[in-house]
């Protein structure tokens, strides 16, 4: 059997490809942060927390309304991110011309808030959601047993984070925003509507959590927690990547996906650490992250 | 001078009062029994102990009367968060600001080594009924401290023995990496080895985590016919999960939940745990006497108690037993009295308490039954066997506990 530095290449190659999936995850997360953060300048601490509600809201959907799966995929990041404009309207506009920490602080606090509530009412057990139909079952792929639904959401996400970029860095609408940020009064000028910009940005940033909960909710037990664990990740993937960069956040979360599966490999007691240890390297060499501007 | 002068005379009015109250009141140290309960309220431990166990040390003081010997009840409680410095700082504040006199709860083995440090050095009393290393009545024992409801030997001789037995010979191990993660495996592995079974491999995994894609491959690439889980909690939860998306029952292997609580198998669904071999110390729908408690605690809480919680109950009863044939909160006299007398109840069955401070009573080999033999929501156990008080923990003469002679 050929072996790389003392492990089969199956298992490799397994534990390469299930890296890139969980890397599918960080790079959607982070991608919505750094969506929210380069256009908005507010570092969204509730992200976890608007990945959590995604999960929760097919969970429910599916037990209260009779919600599917593929239904959800549309309906939970619609219902979040018109929450999250909500919340962007009544709370964090308010905000918007003090410090950066006010913001982080402020968005801790409704983090805090909705997974204490929720713990309130359904504990940290979590509760299953159940593969759809179709995507039950996997693929012998030779190296390894690939679960359908693990090769989907690595294909969703793929095609949600590249859509994403394309229509911020290509389109009109993404040159609106990138221009709206950049001088707000100017933009203004020229009669487009900023303010409302901005909410449908936050809107939209947000959804992109939920979406990551909705493909997270047949894979993890769906509990209040599972967002604050991932939060923290999500975040130095964020600072690898450099803080607003949109490619950035993409590539780096693929990239850090696979480093933390190689790491599970080689030296597992490491593996939840590893991305802290990048994150340390690029301070220290490339402080504005790798594909961040120097200010 | 006059406000340092006023205070002074104040707090000695306040001392000659409490003493007196005291004096009226035996030995009861400043005229209250005062019950601290640290435990996991809001993280991966919650369910199984928690504001639930919470409820059921109410329960008990409720029960009792709510004062013993006229010097009431007091409870209060923290959130360790899994942390052991949170939880040794927090016992710490209960000794120096609050007079804590039993600390109850303790259930991440990590916490509870670090808080019966704490206790020891203030000459208190802690009832361990979360945690599961069996080291915290082994290597870690103190004269202060004494565990009550199950802990790592038991599980590894009920469930490791019983699936070696059936032919489950080659062991893959995936442990939590911390202290009860480390004694379980340590305690798995020599009951494999001494029925006949060996351990192929194994990977320790960071505490918490979410994510068992990786591990489960490597065990699937072990090529061992049983996948041993030496963790709790959510991460049992996941792994099982993983597991069956990886469909790794069907390929042949088949997984071992060393440390399997009720909530737990409530949560994952009759569906993915059926057949699953599991050691409990107790199981809400036993007999009539479990039964009769675990209602009123469902009334209560909206959920069946697990054996940590119910273990909570039967604790404190029996400490506050003590505290009233003694007619003192002091910790070695009540300890002595809690070890003198035989535990039975309808938590433990043929229960004492060792001079190790191990609370040895019979253990249960118990089956998760299928969907279709299952009859409401919560019934979910079949008990194969009971494991003698007396078989089922380390024996004395294993013991590298301070406190025993060997």
Redesign the interface.
């Known amino acids: 059997m050929t072996m790389i530095f003392g492990v ?1 290449l ?2 490799f190659m ?2 390469l490809l ?2 890139l ?2 890397g599918a995850f960080y790079a959607l997360l982070s991608l919505g942060l750094a969506v929210i953060f380069g256009l908005l300048k507010i570092v969204n601490f509730a992200h976890g927390a608007m990945y959590m509600l995604g999960a929760f809201a097919t969970l429910l959907g599916m037990r209260y309304l009779g919600i599917n799966y593929w239904a959800a995929l549309f309906l939970a990041p619609l219902a979040v991110g018109l929450f999250g404009m909500v919340i962007e309207r009544v709370l964090l506009r308010r905000i918007g011309h003090l410090d950066h920490l006010y913001g982080l602080l402020l968005t801790f606090g409704l983090a805090l808030i909705f997974e ?1 509530s929720l ?1 309130n009412f359904f ?6 959601y159940p ?1 759809p139909e179709l995507l039950q079952g ?1 693929y012998q792929t030779g190296f ?2 690939l ?1 359908k ?2 090769a989907w959401v690595l294909l969703a996400a793929v095609v949600v984070c590249f859509a994403t970029w394309y229509m911020i860095e290509r389109t009109r609408l993404g040159a609106y925003l990138r221009a709206g940020t950049e001088n707000p009064a100017l933009m203004q000028a020229f009669g487009v509507n900023v303010p409302l910009l901005v909410t449908l940005t936050y809107g939209f940033g947000v959804a992109l959590a939920a979406f990551a909960g909705v493909l997270a909710a047949p ?3 769906v ?1 209040p ?2 967002g604050s ?2 939060l923290i990740v999500v975040f130095a993937v964020v600072v690898i990547g450099g803080m607003g960069s949109i490619l950035g956040a993409i590539v780096t979360g693929l990239a850090m996906g696979l480093i933390e ?1 190689l790491t ?2 080689y030296y ?2 490491a ?2 650490t590893v991305i802290f240890l990048v994150m340390i390297l690029v301070l220290l060499l490339r402080p504005a992250g790798l594909f961040g501007k120097e200010a | 001078m006059t406000f340092i002068r006023k205070t002074l005379a104040s707090s000695i009015a306040i001392a000659t009062t409490a003493a007196m109250a005291t004096a009226a009141q035996a030995e009861i140290s400043d005229g209250a029994v005062r019950i601290g309960y640290l435990a996991d309220m ?3 431990y ?2 199984l102990a928690g504001p639930g166990g919470l409820e059921a040390l109410r329960m008990a003081i409720e029960d009792f009367g709510g004062s013993v010997n006229g010097a009431p009840i007091e409870v209060f409680s923290a959130d360790d968060r899994n942390s052991a410095d949170v939880g040794a700082n927090t016992v710490r504040e209960w000794y120096d600001t609050r007079n804590v006199d039993m600390v109850a709860g303790l259930v991440a083995s990590s916490v509870t080594i670090a808080a019966t440090k704490v206790i020891e050095e203030n000459g208190g009393l802690g009832i361990v009924s979360g945690s599961a290393a069996s080291s915290i009545t082994n290597e870690h024992c103190t004269p202060n401290h004494i565990h009550w409801v199950y802990d790592t030997y038991p599980l590894a001789n009920g469930t490791a023995k019983a699936i070696v037995d059936q032919g489950g010979n080659s062991w893959f191990m995936l442990t939590a ?1 911390y202290a009860f993660g480390h004694a379980l495996e340590g305690d798995v592995s020599r009951v494999v080895q001494e029925s006949g079974g060996e351990v192929v491999g194994g ?4 505490f ?4 068992f ?3 489960i ?2 065990a ?2 072990s090529g061992a016919e049983i996948i041993g889980l030496a963790n709790a ?2 991460d049992t ?2 792994a099982i ?1 993983t597991a069956s ?3 790794v029952v069907e ?1 042949g292997q088949q997984l071992a939940g060393l440390l399997v609580f009720l ?2 198998v ?4 009759l569906d ?1 745990t059926q057949g699953l071999l599991l050691t409990t110390g107790w199981y809400w729908n036993m007999d009539d006497e479990s039964r009769e408690w675990a209602e009123r605690y469902y009334e209560r809480v909206g ?1 069946m108690p697990t054996m940590v919680q119910a273990g909570i109950y039967s604790s404190t009863m029996h400490y506050l037993e003590a505290v009233q044939a003694t007619g003192s909160d002091d910790a070695q006299t009540v300890r002595e009295h809690m070890m003198r007398q035989p535990i039975h109840d309808f938590f433990a069955r043929n229960g004492r308490i060792r001079e190790d401070g191990r609370m040895v009573h019979d253990m249960y080999l118990a089956r998760v039954k299928s969907p279709d033999a299952s009859t409401h929501e919560w019934d979910l156990y079949e008990i194969l066997t009971s494991i003698p008080a007396e078989e089922a923990y380390r024996p004395l003469s294993e013991s590298q506990c301070k406190l025993v002679q060997n």
């Open positions: 089969p199956a298992v397994g534990q299930l890296g999936i969980n204490g713990v504990g940290v057990s979590g509760a299953r593969t996997g390894m047993f679960p639904y693990r894979l993890y037990p509990s927690t599972m664990n991932l599966g599970k490999v597992p007691e593996a939840n | 809001s993280g991966t919650r369910d990496d990977v320790r995994h960071p918490p985590t979410d994510d894609s990786s591990y491959l490597q699937q690439g909690g959510a939860v996941n999960n998306q990886f469909g390929a909530n737990d409530y949560a994952m669904g993915t959920s």
